[in-house]
DNA sequence: GATCATACGATCGTCACTATTCATAGTGA
């Protein structure tokens, strides 16, 4: 059991307590102990019932349950609730429209017991004749329900898929007989979103590959299984196919199982022209290989120079590969710091302090603590008075701290009519402003365009953060015309923000790659709210690779003292 | 269920918006 698995558990009896109608403080208990475990930068597996105890927001019932946890795997008030209700409950816990409440109504009038039974009670109009129901609330949720089935297609954030890559390749790497192991498809091409898991190994004996991948312990369903293929469903869901190959054939298998498959047309039509034939066995020339062993050969056979699996879109990489231009793409070393982060201030976990130190220890040159303005009231935002009592706390820190630079900033609020939640004086004072817009996201396409432009044209903001307010799996972005967007931040000098969260990534590749042609630079930051989740910046970094982002397409890789030149 | 602290019992992020019972409950950030 990691944390993830442990806050997991945790957080699921917070969502059946709630269900039950279980005293709310109760059920925040549970979730802030989930999230506070989220938090946590070691194992609390590895820690003793007295050092649970000391993290915040767990007492000694929830220290005892949380071990209880980390030893058995389940936790019996879990059990017991789980009991009470359908199975497949937590599948409705998403749809927008829905909370405790009204899903209570439906378990208990409608006997709603999954998605597919909701779903025929919108299209039967059952809903609306519920009382606190109506037509309205029924569309909203109907749509709800068609955005989660089509849009994701039961697609996993590339994070999440990530730390499940991470233990199956454990698993595997312990198998003797393996030679080489990658995890291909789209989770090596870094998409923001991961379908299944294409596992791939060249071993001379492929009978113990198949029998060690199966023993996985994550493993609940073997749904095929052959001499060199077998595919899985694992815990949660996720599927996972391998391939095992001959070594001689690996590096053919690598590039046909990473695609993308419209990359691989384009390869295959290159090797055609020059009298070969490719596929996932090698690049053959009148029936006798020419290349296979490694991508690297089956590229400079065909010509062009290798590509790294993210630019593999079809994209006009193959073109600038056999041009000899393809992109030096940004990475993580060239990232100086980061300029959009959260403290305790608003809805942070961690002090300012925390944040700092742990920014500086990942090897940051500067970091701009960035809360929320007042709009955001959940957030308990910023007013100017808080802000001034702020800076004064990160003086103090700064004359404290050596090795990094603290920026004051702020996250304001840009509002429906595109001012701002912050007077330009408040704003003026500070060292970096995130202006994002949180609310009223549904806006037409002609509003929020408005909207943002007036905010970049305001010369107090850096940057307009997470442009399209798009949460994975959950939120569409907001309509705008980009390139309308793209076009007078060009002319302001404004950027936009590569937000790093999973389920933001947002400029997404493509925005990233319209925003680097039409010449806007682009800030890739964390908008980290812990310690921990300052090391997201990996997946912003993948998404601005993804989008042929180079090093000097992003701001925060200069020095501190070259960040603002535009005012 | 955790935390604070007149140490047992009170307090625990807030507010705007939506839909419906049009003043209020529920949701969402």
New binding site residues.
């Given amino acids: 059991m990691d944390n993830d698995d442990v806050a997991k558990v945790l957080g699921e009896t917070a969502d059946m307590l709630e269900l039950a109608g279980e005293?709310f403080?109760?059920v925040?208990?549970?979730r802030n102990?989930a999230q506070s475990i989220r938090d946590q930068t070691v194992q609390v597996a590895d820690l003793t019932p007295e050092q649970i105890d000391e993290i915040?927001?767990?007492?000694?019932?929830?220290?005892k349950k949380v071990r209880t946890v980390v030893e058995t795997g389940d936790l019996p008030l879990h059990h017991e609730l789980a009991a009470k209700f359908p199975p497949r409950l937590l599948e409705l816990r998403d749809v927008?429209?829905?909370?405790?409440?009204?899903?209570k109504l439906l378990i208990d009038r409608l006997n709603i017991r999954s998605r597919d039974d909701l779903e025929n009670a919108v299209k039967s109009g059952r809903l609306?004749k519920l009382?606190?129901?109506?037509?309205?609330?029924?569309q909203?949720i109907g749509e709800s329900l068609q955005r989660h089935g089509a849009g994701q297609g039961g697609r996993m954030l590339y994070a999440d898929a990530a730390r499940i890559a991470a233990q199956l390749s454990a698993h595997m790497r312990n198998c003797g007989a393996i030679r080489k192991l990658e995890i291909a498809g789209s989770f090596r091409r870094r998409r923001e979103t991961v379908g299944d898991l294409d596992v791939l190994a060249s071993a001379d004996d492929s009978a113990a590959v198949m029998k060690h991948f199966i023993g996985f312990p994550d493993v609940t369903q073997v749904t095929g299984s052959g001499e060199t293929k077998a595919s899985v469903v694992l815990k949660g869901g996720m599927q996972v196919d391998l391939r095992v190959v001959p070594p001689k054939s690996f590096g053919a298998a690598l590039v046909y199982f990473t695609g993308s498959k419209s990359h691989n047309v384009h390869l295959r039509r290159i090797a055609q022209a020059r009298g070969l034939l490719l596929n996932e066995y090698g690049l053959f020339r009148e029936g006798s290989a020419v290349a296979g062993r490694t991508e690297q050969e089956i590229y400079r056979a065909l010509g062009i120079s290798w590509i790294t699996p993210e630019l593999r879109e079809d994209r006009g990489e193959i073109e600038a590969s056999a041009a000899g231009k393809l992109p030096r793409l940004i990475e993580r070393g060239n990232l100086r710091g980061d300029l959009h982060t959260h403290s305790l201030y608003t809805?942070g976990h961690a002090s300012i302090e925390a944040m700092v130190r742990q920014a500086r220890d990942n090897g940051l040159e500067y970091i701009a603590i960035t809360d929320h303005s007042r709009r955001l009231?959940?957030?308990?935002g910023l007013d100017p008075e808080r802000l001034r009592e702020q800076r004064k706390e990160i003086d103090r820190i700064q004359k404290k701290l050596t090795g990094i630079t603290v920026l004051q900033g702020i996250e304001v609020d840009i509002l429906e009519d595109g001012t701002l939640d912050l007077p330009d004086d408040a704003l003026g004072a500070l060292d970096w402003v995130v202006a994002s817009v949180?609310?009223k996201l549904e806006q037409s396409s002609a509003q929020m365009t408005r909207r943002l432009c007036k905010a970049i044209r305001n010369r107090k903001v850096d940057v307009i953060g997470h442009p399209s307010g798009r949460l994975l799996g959950h939120?569409e972005p907001s309509n705008f015309d980009l390139s309308e967007i793209l076009r007078v931040a060009r002319e302001e000098g404004c950027t936009l923000e590569v937000n790093s969260q999973p389920v933001r990534l947002d400029l997404n590749d493509t925005a990233c790659l319209a925003a680097k042609r039409a010449g806007v630079k682009v800030v890739i930051s964390s908008d980290a709210h812990s310690t921990r989740d300052l090391q997201l910046l990996e997946y912003g970094i993948n998404q601005a690779r993804r989008g042929w982002i180079e090093k000097d397409d992003v701001l925060n890789t200069r020095p501190r003292k070259d960040l603002r030149a535009r005012r």
């Avoid at 927008?96 to 899903?103: A, N, T, V």
């Avoid at 009382?131 to 029924?138: H, N, R, Y």
């Fill in positions: 005293n403080f109760r925040r208990a549970y102990a915040p927001g767990i007492g000694a019932d929830l220290a927008s429209g829905l909370g405790p409440k009204r899903l609306r009382s606190g129901f109506g037509p309205k609330l029924e909203r809805d009231a959940m957030a308990h949180h609310y939120r």
